[in-house]
């Protein structure tokens, strides 16, 4: 499954959404228990530097006293906006990120054949148009302060600790050309961790996020969109509402069954 990784988007988001609170008496912030959130606060900082240090533009925000101007925001740039309407106690919040590197020397469109035999369109870069680090990919792109870095991964968390160097690589090789897969991708991410972030009796209730890759001959272009709002008053209240495990235990602790149910089964019993 494609995982994205976009809390540089997530943070200007709440950082828009928090500048709002602060100005209605906010303080500081807090988790509510879900995985994820003292990380996101405790890195809110570096991730702050992150977005400061992206070129003019990259990252668009937006911060409103009502859904309506949010979701039209988002709209503009592409992306659905379903932050729903929750009253005046409510405030909204969104970033949207669009980042375009384009190669010096656009490459050729080939049939890749992957590792399980299978064809897909791919890319084809002749030799001294890239660079070759260990196990990472460098397209040679045109100047500015963005670039591109690929390498082959399981996983998401392997593949950033490829890049920023933390993994053991093997020496370059002499590569007369590289080659990697065509990418036309939309998805939806992830941005459960942002639910039950509370300040004060503000409590984020709504949070969503979103991203595209489109990857060619011709360079990469990378989008992705968060939007989040905030309600005050909010009943403090312990809520599973993802995938989740049921155990049925006996007195002392025994597991005499148990499950771990996704979506595809909530639903009320007949």
């Known amino acids: 499954m494609t995982t ?3 809390d540089p988007i997530l943070a200007a988001a709440f950082n828009s959404l928090d500048a709002l609170i602060s ?3 906010g303080g500081s912030w807090s ?3 879900r995985p994820g959130q ?3 606060l405790g890195k809110l900082g570096a991730l702050t530097e992150t977005i400061a240090s992206l070129p003019p533009g990259a990252i668009e925000t937006i911060a409103a006293r009502s859904a309506g101007p949010v979701n039209t925001f988002l709209a503009r740039h592409g992306f659905a906006g379903n932050l729903r309407e929750a009253g ?3 405030l909204y919040a969104a970033a949207v990120l669009d980042l375009l590197v384009e190669w010096v020397t656009p490459g050729s469109a080939v049939q890749l054949a992957l590792h399980d035999g299978r064809l897909a369109p791919g890319v084809r870069l002749k030799k001294g148009h890239f660079r070759v680090d260990g196990r990472v990919l460098s397209p040679e792109v045109k100047p500015g302060p963005i670039y591109v870095r690929m390498c082959e991964s399981v996983t998401l968390d392997e593949g950033l600790a490829i890049i920023a160097g933390t993994i ?3 020496p370059n090789g002499d590569y007369g050309a590289a080659t990697f897969p065509m990418v036309s991708l939309d998805i939806d991410v992830d941005a459960s961790k942002m639910i039950g972030l509370r300040n004060g009796d503000w ?3 709504q949070a969503f996020a979103r991203a595209k890759l489109r990857l060619d ?3 990469a272009h990378a989008q992705a969109a968060a939007a989040m709002a905030a309600t005050r008053g909010v009943v403090k209240t312990f809520k599973i509402a993802g995938p989740f495990t049921i155990a049925f235990v006996t007195g002392d602790g025994q597991v005499a069954i148990a499950y771990h149910v996704t979506e595809e089964h909530f639903s009320a019993p007949v």
């Open 38 to 40: 003292e990380a996101f």
């Open 88 to 90: 005046p106690q409510s």
């Open 203 to 205: 409590t984020v209730d």
């Open 168 to 170: 053991y690589v093997a």
């Open 31 to 33: 988790g509510s228990g």
């Open 217 to 219: 001959p011709k360079g």
């Open 4 to 6: 994205v990784y976009i």
């Open 23 to 25: 100005f209605n008496g």
